[in-house]
């Protein structure tokens, strides 16, 4: 006798958007959460009162027809949530030393832009813009193969994507332009796929580009109101969600071909039973924690063991009453560049030790009350900075406990602060005597509310051999287990959230069709920029 037809592992947007995909087509399901928050990188918290969102920064694909939308709304969540506009004007600013480039909502619109700036890299601007055009129409092609012969077919109608689509994007960058500035800007946002432009596969960069080209938009009340209307959604189908729910063993029967997923192992011994387990952690955690590489097949356990996280990353929490508006701040995000290199921030992150001080080579920032102001508190702005960093400068301390690391610890992060305080300095001149709160998260941080590997952001790096055909598959060699997240077929939280529901369309047997059939339960609600 099963408990639940589905139990999911984990909050995140993958696993919550299969938790309301099989709740909808009427489906028992149950959310196992290990934080006290639920979300996974969606989750909101607060500091003193003051709200952050450490994994949704913007999300694009809003605009009508929008693929983001389509999702939300086909899911029954879109009239719970609403988005504010960032700057159309500049929903992403590139910083240099010495200027500040604005990219703007519109494809068409940033291409004269970049042409006004850079008049002598007009064609090239062009001819690289047309090659985006036509790996990202093979991109969204690609993701609806269903065999061999439609892969044959995709080679001949969308060769772009088939021929240059696993080629680094800085290789492809630097064919088309020759200003380091304009190269820069065109390579700055890989901290959106978090892998260096000389590694990243083309089409990887371009699908994140893709992505903003129609605009940007951060969730109102920020990212924790997405797990709100997802939870809302799979509570009123009878769904449940329980956090501070650690779950310590899949349970599996069987051996061989015979083995099958029939449960999950609680933290203190409970034992929950299901006729399907979907795992939303990522892949070392579900592979090698979860189900053990005892019961992995010897090839699977290889491959696991070959894998590469994503990067990690500090994370600045500020809270300041400092005159944003009199600076000229707005709801636009901010990437530093102090290195014009953008792939000198991705050899700083590859260092095994953090020495020296001053300024990072580069940084993202961002004014979260510039976003949605009725975050605000008592007129107080937040602000949110990264920097890629690796896990093993922190690994020396990952068995003490998260309120009682050492005091060496403490001292290494305050160190750091200082640092991430004159990397964003150029942006933000005098913030250091207008902090209220300001503090550091780091990998191990990640590793204990988001129980991520290594610290990492995004799962699995999505280097060549572990997108596309190498990504980790929704459906396992186990029966009755699923995988979805960042370590499958899609990156990002949108990205995440598709695959939660392709990975319910499998467990379900239902069509997309029928799984995104909620779309009259209410439309997204999109507010203008401020």
Request: charged fraction near 25%; include cysteine.
């Amino acid at each position: 006798m099963t408990d639940w037809d589905v139990v999911v592992i984990g909050s995140g947007a993958g696993g919550l958007g299969a938790a309301v995909a099989l709740s909808n087509v009427g489906k028992r399901v149950l959310v196992l959460e290990q934080h006290y928050l639920p979300g996974g990188w969606t989750h909101t918290f607060a500091l003193q009162g003051h709200k952050f969102s450490p994994g949704v920064h913007y999300i694009g694909g809003l605009e009508e027809g929008g693929p983001s939308r389509q999702l939300l709304e086909g899911l029954g969540v879109g009239g719970d949530i609403e988005f504010c506009e960032l700057n159309p004007d500049g929903y992403d600013h590139v910083v240099f030393e010495d200027e500040t480039f604005d990219i703007p909502r519109g494809r068409e619109k940033f291409v004269q832009r970049l042409i006004e700036r850079f008049p002598d890299e007009r064609k090239g601007i062009e001819r690289y813009f047309e090659l985006m055009v036509k790996v990202n129409r093979g991109i969204e092609k690609a993701a609806r193969i269903k065999g061999p012969l439609d892969a044959v077919k995709l080679l001949f109608s969308e060769p772009a994507v088939v021929f240059k689509g696993m080629k680094p994007a800085a290789g492809i960058i630097d064919r088309h332009v020759k200003d380091v500035k304009l190269k820069a800007i065109l390579e700055a946002r890989s901290g959106d796929h978090g892998l260096s432009p000389e590694r990243v596969p083309f089409a990887q960069h371009v699908a994140i580009e893709g992505h903003y080209w129609e605009g940007a938009w951060y969730p109102k009340g920020g990212g924790g109101s997405i797990p709100k209307a997802f939870i809302s959604r799979l509570k009123s189908n009878g769904g449940e969600i329980r956090v501070r729910s650690k779950v310590e063993q899949i349970l599996i029967e069987g051996s061989g071909r015979q083995r099958r997923a029939v449960g999950v192992r609680m933290e203190g011994g409970e034992e929950i039973r299901a006729a399907a387990v979907l795992s939303n952690a990522d892949a070392w955690v579900t592979y090698n924690d979860l189900v053990g590489r005892q019961n992995l097949s010897k090839k699977l356990a290889k491959r696991v063991s070959r894998l590469e996280p994503s990067v990690s990353a500090l994370s600045l929490y500020i809270a300041t009453d400092i005159d944003v508006d009199a600076l000229g701040l707005d709801s636009g995000n901010y990437w530093i560049l102090n290195d014009p290199s953008v792939d000198a921030t991705y050899r700083f992150a590859e260092q095994d030790v953090i020495e020296g001080d001053g300024p990072f080579p580069g940084a993202f920032l961002t004014v979260t009350t510039k976003k949605d102001p009725s975050k605000m508190k008592d007129g107080i702005h937040t602000m949110e900075s990264f920097i890629f960093v690796s896990y093993a400068p922190f690994e020396r301390w990952k068995n003490s406990e998260t309120e009682q690391r050492p005091e060496k610890y403490d001292e290494f992060k305050q160190g750091l602060i200082e640092r991430m305080l004159d990397t964003i300095e150029g942006v933000v001149p005098g913030l250091r005597d207008h902090l209220v709160v300001c503090e550091l998260g780091t990998p191990l941080t990640n590793v204990h509310y988001v129980n991520s590997y290594r610290g990492n952001l995004y799962a699995t790096a999505k280097s060549k051999k572990q997108i596309g055909l190498g990504a980790l598959p929704f459906e396992t060699e186990i029966a009755g287990l699923y995988h979805c997240g960042q370590s499958t077929a899609a990156h990002g939280v949108l990205g995440a959230l598709f695959t939660g529901v392709a990975t319910a369309s499998k467990i379900s047997g239902k069509s997309m069709r029928d799984i995104l059939a909620f779309s009259d339960e209410g439309e997204v609600r999109l507010h203008p920029s401020t």
